[in-house]
């Protein structure tokens, strides 16, 4: 089961983007990289995945090296409203009865400030 | 809205008391799943069913039982519960318990308080 490593918190502003990384060295061959949003007393909210190079939807941007021993999920001139814990998670394609893709960790809490 | 509907929102129970939780969802997934979040803590996986199958049962104390009794539905029966279990429980749902399309969509989580 690969382990994932983010920063506890994180501060920017309005208007800034901002980058969070997840170390993930022993990620596996069919692992692959999913993004969670969480607000206060709310259940968590997909936000992106990935399996290498660079994803984009309308939320935000995950890049992966080509090592994919870490990504780093980014978003776009956020704003009070991103203010949230950012959770990354790694977990098998195949699944094979793997349920790493759904295990949480203490994910990054990001504030955003005016 | 994620199509996840937790009920109820908000419960307090004594320790003596049998309470239940209910999750439904209409979206057409054949996973199911239960999450403790404690205050300041990560979420815990509890429960996962699939195709209304339990496929993990994380260690979880026998005061917490699931029930699935179909794709749509997922219980979670509370009985001699410690103030310690006073927690926001969260029921997600995905298309499949494994492969690609296992995006999971939460419900807004019953917020538990035991006296």
């Known amino acids: 089961l690969a382990k994932t490593t983010q920063p506890i918190s994180m501060d920017s502003y309005e208007g800034q983007e901002v980058n969070i990384t997840c170390s993930h060295n022993n990620i596996a061959t069919n692992d692959y990289i999913t993004w969670y949003q969480q607000f206060p007393s709310q259940g968590p909210r997909f936000i992106i995945q990935g399996y290498k190079t660079k994803v984009t939807n309308e939320v935000a941007s995950l890049f992966i090296p080509a090592d994919r021993k870490s990504s780093t999920l980014s978003l776009p001139r956020v704003s009070l409203s991103d203010t949230a814990v950012y959770y990354c998670l790694v977990g098998d394609l195949y699944g094979s009865g793997n349920t790493g893709k759904l295990i949480f960790g203490q994910g990054t809490t990001l504030q955003v400030k005016p | 809205e994620t199509g996840v509907t937790q009920t109820p929102r908000h419960l307090v129970m004594g320790m003596t008391n049998k309470k239940s939780l209910k999750c439904e969802q209409h979206l057409g997934h054949n996973a199911m799943y239960w999450y403790k979040q404690s205050a300041k803590k990560p979420l815990e996986l509890m429960f996962v069913?699939?195709?209304?199958?339990?496929?993990e049962n994380n260690s979880v104390p026998s005061r917490f039982s699931p029930e699935c009794p179909n794709s749509s539905h997922l219980f979670l029966h509370l009985h001699t519960l410690q103030p310690e279990d006073s927690a926001l429980y969260l029921c997600a749902s995905s298309q499949a318990y494994a492969g690609e399309n296992t995006e999971a969509f939460f419900g807004q989580g019953t917020r538990l308080t035991v006296v």
């Open positions: 069913y699939s195709l209304e199958e339990r496929v």
